[in-house]
């Protein structure tokens, strides 16, 4: 059974106090892995596929990489827009996407 | 307009009661999904549709059933709902021919029973 655990559960930062979020998961035969952000009140939005361990894929200020246990989704001087909840999940084979619990932001100014 | 339409946003009902959620698209994509989400559980996957013809079980199926009228409608109905059905639900679409763990999402349907 595919598994997915995001830490920290929460995390409050100042702005432009960089940090990284993480998600380590099990899995047999990853096809991706995949990270969304969640707003209040929203629907999750896609924001970055990985495939392969050492991949990384940058979206202004946030930066996700890729290991074979775990994947990282860094932070660089965030702002108070990026206050959201972060949602990691991966795809295995055919199968719809197995989500973690997600790591809500918050970002003062 | 939004590319994922779910009805009702917003429904309170009583134990018991038949309650369905729907889902229009005008992605055009085969594949449909519907999450639930909890607090502190993220997103479960209830059941998926991979083309009209196609439905499959989540990991939290149990107590729900679906309906793939159309290419674009997908609709999950609770027969006789119970208070731990209350939570949120997410309606999603992906295309096959892309990235299909790029999902895309309806606001959702928060659904409360008493």
């Known amino acids: 059974e595919d598994q997915v655990t995001q830490s920290p559960e929460a995390l409050r930062l100042q702005e432009g106090e960089s940090s990284s979020l993480n998600c380590s998961y099990t899995?047999?035969?990853?096809?991706?892995l995949f990270w969304y952000r969640q707003d209040p009140g929203k629907g999750p939005e896609f924001l970055f596929t990985?495939?392969?361990a050492g991949e990384e894929k940058e979206k202004e200020r946030l930066k996700a990489t890729l290991t074979k246990k775990e994947s990282f989704l860094h932070i660089t001087a965030p702002k108070p827009e990026d206050s959201a909840t972060y949602l990691c999940a991966v795809q295995t084979g055919r199968r719809a996407l197995t989500f973690g619990s997600g790591t809500r932001l918050q970002v003062q100014p | 307009d939004a590319d994922v339409t779910q009805t009702p946003r917003n429904r309170i009902t009583k134990t018991g009661k038949r309650i369905m959620l729907e889902c229009s698209q005008t992605k055009g994509h085969d594949r449909m999904y519907w999450y639930r989400q909890d607090p502190g559980l993220g997103l479960r996957l209830i059941y998926y549709?991979?083309?009209?013809?196609?439905?499959n079980k989540g990991e939290i199926s149990d107590g729900y059933s679906v309906s793939r009228q159309a290419q674009a409608k997908f609709s999950l109905s609770l027969e006789s709902a119970i208070p731990n059905q209350t939570a949120l639900y997410f309606c999603a679409t992906s295309d096959p021919g892309e990235n299909t763990g790029e999902l895309f999402f309806g606001e959702g349907s928060r659904l409360t029973v008493l």
């Open positions: 549709s991979f083309d009209v013809k196609d439905i």
């Open positions: 990985l495939y392969s």
């Open positions: 899995v047999s035969g990853l096809r991706g």
